[in-house]
């Protein structure tokens, strides 16, 4: 039988402290006028197309199985399928499994088509005790909380002569989070687009030059009028999601999350103790591989971006030997692809 929490290792990521003392500085009117939209390059593709990116074949066979007018292109023996779903045009790949394949792939999928949005539609491990299987995150935010500052204990790290300075090194620790374990402080991340790119970013307060340009971030926002076309669907979406049930009479229906934050790195997440200290000092709901390397690139490509994550399990619980049997299933990714269908069909209708 299926449990209602079947532990998946899901991932692990890796986090950080905020520095202080150092700033993004505000564009002044001569950066402003330097500003420039970002290039669309069309290598391959220039109709204007949706994007949808999953991480396994099943979750994206979900959506081909829907799609109308398929072509496939092959760009360094990764498969772009065009075509059409739920009356939108759309291209469609694989992201490949981590956060480096995913990446590589997002940005290979911006340079190649003419992306209006993107959409990764797939699975995740639960963040919280509170949240079940079959229930789909719909974050507002994307860390990659992989960048860490690694110090001998957990006083706060002064490499740069005052304690939290991290700027002579290009660094900057994630604000007001306590260290995990021993000395492991988390880091924003430093990324650079056409309407941020003439901003510093660190500056270093001994010399007074500048160290990184563009700006830091803890995080990456989905865009807000996909979150609002998302959250419109909720009532009616989760009345469709396909149950979960433990006994022929003991069954949950999911819900559509939509919750704070989302995490991803490349490291796979099987300790309860780091899960419960992302989930209380990020709030974070899922954690997965690809995510949030997807939402840098798009937010560094200034495409709008969400993502849809049904929970295949609690990320760090104790193993279960149901495990296999659920991944099997396809529940969870029958569940995000209900919500991503059901948001293309009403997304191309949004004026």
């Not at 998946?8 to 993004?24: N, Q, Y």
């Not at 081909?64 to 007018?69: D, E, G, R």
């Not at 849809?308 to 619980?317: C, V, Y």
Request: some cysteine.
């Amino acid at each position: 039988m299926i449990r209602l929490y079947t532990p998946r290792l899901a991932l692990a990521v890796g986090l950080g402290l905020f520095l202080t003392g150092c700033t993004t500085l505000a564009p002044t009117p001569a950066t402003q006028a330097a500003q420039q939209k970002p290039v669309q390059h069309c290598l391959s593709d220039c109709q204007s197309r949706l994007a949808i990116m999953a991480a396994f074949g099943q979750e994206a066979d979900l959506l081909l199985a829907q799609t109308t007018n398929k072509k496939t292109l092959t760009i360094n023996g990764k498969t772009f399928t065009t075509g059409t779903l739920k009356g939108a045009p759309i291209v469609l790949v694989l992201s490949g499994i981590g956060m480096t394949n995913a990446v590589m792939t997002t940005q290979m999928l911006f340079d190649h088509f003419n992306v209006s949005g993107l959409i990764f539609s797939g699975i995740a491990g639960g963040m919280k005790p509170s949240l079940n299987v079959g229930d789909v995150v719909v974050a507002r935010h994307w860390a990659a909380p992989n960048e860490i500052y690694h110090a001998n204990d957990n006083t706060l790290p002064a490499p740069c002569g005052v304690a939290g300075d991290l700027a002579c090194l290009g660094l900057k620790l994630m604000p007001n989070l306590p260290p995990y374990g021993d000395g492991m402080f988390l880091r924003e991340t430093n990324v650079i687009n056409a309407n941020n790119a003439q901003n510093i970013a660190l500056m270093d307060r001994v010399s007074g030059h500048a160290i990184a340009y563009g700006e830091m971030r803890a995080d990456f926002p989905v865009d807000p009028n996909m979150l609002n076309t998302a959250a419109s669907l909720k009532s009616s979406i989760e009345a469709e999601l396909e149950p979960i049930c433990s006994a022929p009479e003991r069954c949950y229906q999911p819900q559509i999350i939509m919750g704070n934050r989302g995490i991803a790195s490349g490291s796979f997440l099987a300790n309860a103790q780091y899960r419960d200290y992302l989930a209380k000092h990020l709030d974070a709901d899922a954690v997965d591989m690809e995510t949030s390397g997807v939402a840098h690139v798009a937010y560094a490509n200034q495409i709008p971006f969400i993502a849809f994550r049904s929970l295949s399990d609690l990320a760090g619980a104790d193993h279960d030997p149901n495990v296999g049997a659920f991944f099997a299933s396809g529940v969870a990714q029958r569940n995000a692809a209900k919500l991503t269908m059901a948001f293309i069909e009403q997304w191309i209708k949004t004026p």
